[in-house]
């Protein structure tokens, strides 16, 4: 996959101060001029997530959820 199309000197992502959810990408050259730009115009989130009553981002944990621990090796 090759950026060129997106390439740019500087870029500003604009992201939903709760979600986290990118909504603008805008790209700028070394002028200061917008090149390109990703605008989210619509996004349809895994049906596991839900709201709660004060409006943030929950999950809903399936009844067959099983949770699953490995360790990881120790660094030498």
């Known amino acids: ?36 730009t990703i605008k989210v115009n619509d996004i349809k989130i895994n049906s596991i997530f839900t709201t709660s009553d004060n409006g943030k981002l929950k999950i809903k944990i399936p009844k067959n959820y099983k949770e699953l621990k490995h360790e990881l090796p120790n660094k030498k």
């Open 1 to 36: 996959m090759s950026l060129t199309s997106f390439d740019g000197d500087t870029f500003k992502v604009l992201v939903h101060k709760d979600t986290g959810i990118m909504l603008d990408f805008e790209i700028y050259n070394a002028s200061g001029e917008m090149v390109n």
